[in-house]
């Protein structure tokens, strides 16, 4: 969903307190610091955004099961449309309302998302409210494994270990939209 100072800026993760782009840029995903005001240039590098449904809301709570369903439908779509490698998605919480499953890890999932060549990756939500990863450097070992995901799918590091892109032991709270 989209948040209300993301609405507001109108670009991704613009919030003050979103470790988004520090963790984007601290990882090596990208070759620069930036930020919220750079987002469509996030595309030069292959990543893009999208939202599971565009109405902005406080907190996950606020949406329907219907405006979730749909939104998960059209998403796949998406997906089936641009055959991204790797859909991630910035939090649990959505993850969980997009799957449907309520126990999976973070990093990469077992399986690639149903009738696509996509692989999802589940990251903790890159708000500073993550209350148990409360710094962006907190956060970052989950952007550093994605990288490394990102480059053995390109061919650029041809050794990789589940090992190196699964957190079976990080085991966080939901909170407001993890």
Known sequence: DAGLYAAFKQHH???PGNHFWKCLFLSGLVPRPMNAENDRELLNFGIG?????ERTTRANQELSRQEIEEGA????????EYNPKIAVFNGKGIYEVFSGEKEFIFGKQP???ADTDTYAWVMPNSSARCAQLPRAVDKVPFYVALKKFRDHLRGDLPELEESEVTFPDVKLQNFNNQ
């Open 73 to 80: 439908k059209k998403l796949v779509e998406k997906i089936k």
């Open 111 to 113: 399986q690639k998302i």
């Open 13 to 15: 993760y613009a919030g």
């Open 49 to 53: 955004f999208t939202n599971i449904v």
